[in-house]
């Protein structure tokens, strides 16, 4: 399990936006804007969505295809950035549901209640970033 340089830790706590990468069934890349959640005891990356979303249809059609969807997200702040590489699923659990959201509310702020929402989890299993925030 990867776990994050104390500088990394803080940077992916403090409110930022991302983008998360995931591929197209024809293999192009599809980025979008996206706000997320770390879990340092699990070593995961939590992204709150709404079900049927181009993004969720690349990482079900991946797995579907290829066994696994692989994605990156990326945190940027000026000269700062961290890189979140890893293996993406799906969850539609709604016990998990509730939980992204009462992280998310920490981070950013409280969403609104919405039967479509689902979680996307990346397994994180490289961090590039920051020559600073690496050592």
């Known amino acids: 399990m990867i776990h994050l340089t104390p500088e990394q830790h803080v940077f992916v706590t403090e409110r930022h936006l991302a983008t998360l990468a995931t591929s197209r069934p024809d293999?192009?890349?599809?980025?979008?804007?996206?706000?997320?959640?770390?879990?340092?005891?699990?070593?995961?990356?939590r992204i709150t969505t709404r079900d049927a979303s181009?993004?969720?249809?690349?990482?079900e059609a991946a797995r579907e295809r290829l066994?696994?969807?692989?994605?990156?997200?990326?945190?940027?702040?000026?000269?700062?950035?961290l890189t979140l590489e890893g293996?993406?699923?799906?969850s539609r659990d709604p016990e998990e549901v509730t939980d992204a959201m009462r992280r998310y509310a920490l981070r950013y702020r409280q969403l609104e209640h919405d039967p479509r929402r689902i979680v996307l989890r990346l397994a994180v299993t490289r961090v590039m970033g920051s020559d600073y925030m690496t050592r």
Not at 32 to 45: Q, R
Not at 67 to 81: E, L
């Open 54 to 59: 181009a993004k969720v249809r690349n990482i």
């Open 67 to 81: 066994g696994v969807a692989h994605g990156a997200v990326c945190q940027v702040d000026g000269g700062r950035w």
């Open 87 to 90: 293996t993406l699923t799906v």
């Open 27 to 45: 293999g192009t890349p599809h980025v979008v804007p996206v706000g997320f959640t770390w879990d340092p005891d699990a070593g995961l990356l």
